[in-house]
């Protein structure tokens, strides 16, 4: 062995316990994929992925003994690689596709020098994820309540908050990546909603916003940039207005505050509304996340009865607001243009933007019909400008 030699050691941090079997098989998929492409290019030169009980599941030589077997149900797999240095190990090593679904990896050098390992651990210590989504999927017990989040990127924090039966995928997909270039995006998924269980308490934005004020406090956020969408809108507005010394600014889009801020027939629509009419994108985006249609329901009939009894807020807490918001409105959705420039007139210190389209086509929303259009794009870079 020569010290252009590495192995990298992956280890489990439980993520198979809250994935279900299909899952698990989609991401050993994506892991073979990846070793294929080591080996076609000539860098892998032996080990394997191995299964929670040290049965090989890919690749070949799997490792099942030996001085890392008093440890098998924390070890993944083991690959042996080529590569010219310890950074360019270190590299390889970020390209796994199980750092995105719950494990961690180290890179031990095959000729032990302990300045390189010392190196390869502080090196891969920043990549340890956890479960469930690609980048960082990780829960945090808030209020009694397990609350899925994610955090991308780095910079200042910019806190993202979905629509009403909505995911964090479905409403921001298209914009994240380009948010999380730029910030320390930290994309919630609220009660009910997508990862993130009910639990047997009422569903309000005064609840959601009171979550997101202990989440951040959990991870020793102490103020932050805002953006919430349709629902995720109303509920930054009162982690604004609940918590204003968490909040930066605010970036409110498609954000309803007063019932009258909706077209005609809304509200009687809601009180019929029923979950085979529900947008089948939305339906296939929470299954996605959480495969078990009775959670599906029970956030249908949340978001329904939320919105039902829907309370106007008032325009003195409006009015207390004083974070620099921007407001962004389609001009042909379900959010009438007339309240957003209400709005914007009431927050003290607000911007205004109207833009062509319907309801979150702006950003890409998952139920916008033109996956091609560019206003997203244009969008975040006007996001990015009021940010800064």
């Given at each position: 062995m020569t010290t252009s030699e590495y192995l990298l050691v992956f280890r489990n941090t439980g993520w198979h316990k809250d994935l279900s079997p299909k899952e698990i098989q989609q991401n050993m998929a994506r892991f073979t994929e990846w070793f294929e492409r080591l080996n076609n290019a000539g860098l892998f030169k032996g080990g394997g992925p191995l299964g929670h009980n040290g049965k090989t599941l890919a690749g070949r030589n799997a490792v099942t003994d030996g001085p890392f077997a008093e440890s098998k149900e924390a070890i993944a797999g083991f690959f042996l690689i080529r590569a010219d240095n310890l950074e360019q190990a270190a590299e390889v090593?970020?390209?796994?596709?199980?750092?995105?679904?719950?494990?961690?990896?180290?890179?031990?050098?095959?000729?032990?020098?302990?300045?390189?390992?010392?190196?390869?651990?502080?090196?891969?210590?920043a990549?340890?994820?956890?479960?469930?989504?690609p980048q960082t999927g990780r829960y945090a017990s808030v209020n009694g309540l397990k609350m899925y989040y994610e955090i991308h990127g780095s910079g200042r924090p910019l806190v993202l908050l979905h629509g009403g039966g909505s995911t964090i995928m479905s409403t921001f997909g298209r914009i994240l990546p380009e948010l999380a270039k730029k910030h320390q995006v930290i994309a919630v998924e609220l009660q009910a909603h997508g990862h993130t269980p009910d639990i047997d308490r009422p569903l309000s934005f005064e609840q959601d916003a009171d979550d997101v004020a202990a989440l951040l406090k959990q991870l020793g956020i102490e103020k932050t940039d805002l953006m919430g969408f349709s629902n995720g809108g109303t509920t930054s507005l009162q982690i604004a207005i609940r918590h204003p010394e968490r909040v930066n600014k605010l970036v409110l889009a498609s954000t309803t505050y007063k019932r009258d801020g909706i077209q005609p027939g809304f509200w009687e629509g809601m009180r019929n509304a029923s979950l085979e009419n529900m947008p089948r994108p939305l339906k296939e985006a929470y299954l996605e996340a959480n495969p078990h249609p009775e959670?599906?329901?029970?956030?249908?009939?949340?978001?329904?009865?939320?919105?039902?009894?829907?309370?106007?807020?008032?325009?003195a807490d409006i009015e207390a607001i004083q974070a620099p918001a921007l407001v962004i409105n389609g001009d042909a959705e379900v959010v009438r243009a007339e309240h957003a420039l209400a709005l914007a007139h009431?927050?003290?210190?607000?911007k205004l933007a109207i833009l062509p389209g319907g309801h979150g086509e702006y950003i890409g929303e998952i139920c916008a019909a033109d996956k091609e259009d560019g206003t997203p794009a244009f969008v975040t870079g006007m996001i990015e400008a009021f940010l800064k």
């Open positions: 090593a970020k390209g796994c596709p199980g750092l995105q679904f719950g494990q961690t990896v180290e890179v031990r050098a095959m000729v032990p020098e302990a300045c390189e390992l010392q190196i390869a651990r502080e090196k891969m210590a990549l340890q994820v956890n479960p469930q989504h959670g599906l329901r029970a956030m249908f009939d949340r978001d329904v009865a939320r919105m039902v009894a829907f309370k106007d807020i008032s325009d009431a927050l003290p210190h607000a």
